[in-house]
């Protein structure tokens, strides 16, 4: 919003003066609020499971999670949290699957999918 707000008195000054550079410049700058807008949107993820059983953590791991925390949980992708230290319980790590949490979007999937990826996560990755 301070880009946007700062952005129009550069474009008015940049206009009536004819001075190109602070129009060019605020344009720039509200093409940059926009960025940063769409940028800080959470948008759900849908991953395709179709051919993985509800039950298998590991393989739902692998093709929901892996990517931001990689396989030992330690990755940190996209401001991923280091899983193999984490202090949550199964369900708490199962709610903030399906509803997500800091930079971590919701993911789409049935309760039964992401207890299977938290019992995963608990057995296998916790503690490494």
Partial sequence: IALVLTSIPVAIIGFKKGNKILAALSLLMITASYGLAEMS??????VPTDGIASN????LYEANCKLC????GKQGAMGAA?????MMDAATIKQTI??????MVKIEMSEEQAAAISSYVESTIKGK
């Fill in 69 to 72: 925390h990689g396989d030992d």
């Fill in 82 to 86: 280091d899983i193999s230290k984490t």
């Fill in 98 to 103: 399906l509803n997500g949490k800091g930079n």
């Fill in 56 to 59: 298998d953590g590991k393989a």
């Fill in 41 to 46: 949107r959470k948008h759900k993820v849908v």
